[in-house]
């Protein structure tokens, strides 16, 4: 019986996913969704993120139904989000799809027992998917001089060319696994996330600190603000609800919609 992939973060998968069962401690949103049927899983649980607006947080689940695979959410009280080794750990499944639900999985069981019943099964892996809309965008009028502002639909969407401006993603605010080195690939002037409601140990704000110790300001927007998954909603819709002490000194406060948040950094840098 091959072990199932237990990973960080979805992005991590790799061609080698395709038929195997993993377990990324990501957002359950469509995007996250999407990555893992694009590598072939055969089944997938993910974070539910605090749900959050529009139940973004578990909308994963119905996508993946709809090629048939099984798929399930952990509570976000649980077990820490970006901390791949806590769902089968510490996991409590929160919401399952019908595909699921049809080899036993239910809300309310372990993580644990939920792989053990998915290695059982007689899965395969999934379909290729429609692509995807464009994931990144460049909000042109937001930037100012040699800044710019691009938003994101994931945070693994971030280059070594994104340095010294800002990036809006709706990515979760934590830290993979918990290393600092994880918060951004890049040296940007600002980056804002969804707190994906926080979470067991505040793991979903914990990006914060990370930035803070590499000079970058740093920010979420509540989850009930704005769809996690989906940049041009954290764009639109989102409010901060948590920030670092380098975005405040450059003008950001809690409860700035993230267009005034970003307006702030951009202003402070030029």
Request: with cysteine; charged share 20%.
């Amino acid at each position: 019986m091959t072990a199932p992939l237990v990973l960080d973060s979805v992005t991590h998968l790799t061609a080698e996913a395709r038929g195997r069962i993993a377990v990324c401690a990501s957002h359950g949103a469509v995007y996250a969704a999407w990555y893992g049927a694009r590598k072939g899983v055969s089944a997938l649980i993910l974070n539910d993120a605090g749900i959050g607006r529009e139940q973004a947080g578990i909308s994963g689940l119905e996508f993946l139904d709809g090629l048939g695979v099984p798929a399930a959410t952990v509570a976000h009280t649980s077990a820490r989000i970006g901390w791949g080794a806590d769902m089968p750990a510490r996991g409590v499944l929160s919401f399952v799809n019908a595909a699921a639900a049809s080899v036993g999985l239910r809300p309310g069981m372990a993580c644990a027992a939920a792989l053990d019943l998915l290695a059982r099964a007689d899965l395969t892996p999934s379909p290729e998917p429609e692509p995807l809309a464009e994931a990144r965008h460049e909000i042109a009028e937001a930037g100012s001089g040699t800044v710019r502002v691009f938003v994101l639909d994931s945070n693994g969407l971030i280059g070594p060319e994104d340095a010294g401006h800002v990036v809006v993603t709706a990515s979760h605010g934590g830290l993979l696994g918990g290393r600092p080195e994880t918060a951004v690939k890049a040296q940007v002037l600002a980056g804002i996330y969804v707190d994906a409601d926080r979470g067991l140990d505040d793991a979903g704000l914990s990006r914060l600190p990370a930035l803070q110790d590499r000079g970058i300001a740093g920010a979420t927007v509540s989850a009930f603000s704005a769809r996690i998954g989906d940049g041009l909603s954290v764009w639109e819709d989102g409010f901060i609800s948590a920030l670092n002490p380098e975005a405040a000194r450059r003008g950001g406060m809690i409860g700035q919609s993230t267009r005034d948040f970003v307006a702030a950094m951009v202003a402070s840098a030029t």
